[in-house]
């Protein structure tokens, strides 16, 4: 007599699938490119940064002597003799003030206070705008290095010595890490 059995013949090794270890080299696999991929993304991020931190430190105000920058000082504002003010403040600092007026331009002026420029006045503008920070620039026409700070109505004071250092401290570190 014969039995039959139900159960299949039992596979030879080379019939046989390797499932766990392909499994196991897919999950690595994954993982790698996973790996490799925020690599990439955080090495293009750093790049970026580094671009930006270059062209800012490229646009930085030059560090400039006072003494060889000329200011007009005009008030924008409906108080009286804070144009004078600023500019006895920034005579203390050695800038040479050559007018002390109101402004005549008409322009509503708004903020801090504008620094008006033309284009060889465009670096010594960057400068000054350390000293009176938050406000905006408005080039012109005008050939002189010459430049105006407009006294806006949100005028409070202008920026120490030490805050315009550390300023300029923080341009000339990004500009050396570039």
Known sequence: MSETSDRRPPRT?????????????????????GVWWNVFRDAE???????????TAAEAPPSLDPTTVELRVLNATDTAGLAQTVATTLQSRGFVVTEIANDPSGRDVTGVGELRFGARGASTANYV???????????????TAVVDVVIGPEYADLATQDQVAAALGAEVSASAAC
């Open 13 to 33: 090794k080379r019939d046989r699938r390797p499932m766990i270890p392909v499994i196991l080299l897919l999950v690595l696999a994954l993982a790698a490119l």
């Open 45 to 55: 991020a750093m790049a970026q940064d580094t671009a930006a931190a270059c062209s």
């Open 129 to 143: 705008g350390l000293y009176l920070p938050g406000a905006t620039d408005y080039p012109d026409t005008r050939t």
